[in-house]
Nanobody, 124 residues
Framework: VQLQASGGGFVQPGGSLRLSCTASRSTLNGYSVAWFRQAPGKEREGVACLSDTDGTKYYPHSVKGRFTISRDNAKNTVYLQMGDLKPEDTAVYYC??????????????????WGQGTLVTVSS
């Protein structure tokens, strides 16, 4: 599976962005999907995941209520809708696909396929 992320950019605090991640060479069916981010000097952290088995979504406290993950299987695409953005949301955002177990659903270890990353900058 090859993933291509897009939609990053510059936005002011309080603004919104929608990231997209489209799969090629194979379908996303059968894979759970997730978004991660990595800020300079920090570890990669999960911000949203969507289980393929039961549709369960998980968000860490830092983004809950502001970020929404969704998928369109017909378009082989995963989305991350981000709202009320804050400067601390500035990072490179990565999409991922894989077959994580419950304990790794929000961990990079749970995902085999990765997109190339798209930069989100939140600043006034």
């Amino acid at each position: 599976v090859q993933l291509q992320a897009s939609g990053g950019g510059f936005v002011q605090p309080g603004g919104s962005l929608r990231l997209s991640c489209t799969a090629s060479r194979s379908t996303l069916n059968g894979y759970s999907v997730a978004w991660f981010r990595q800020a300079p000097g920090k570890e990669r952290e999960g911000v949203a995941c969507l289980s393929d088995t039961d549709g369960t979504k998980y968000y860490p406290h830092s983004v809950k209520g502001r970020f929404t993950i969704s998928r369109d299987n017909a378009k082989n695409t995963v989305y991350l809708q981000m709202g009320d953005l804050k400067p601390e949301d500035t990072a490179v955002y990565y999409c991922a696909a894989g077959t994580p177990i419950l304990s790794t659903r929000n961990s990079p270890r749970g995902y085999k396929y990765w997109g190339q990353g798209t930069l989100v900058t939140v600043s006034s």
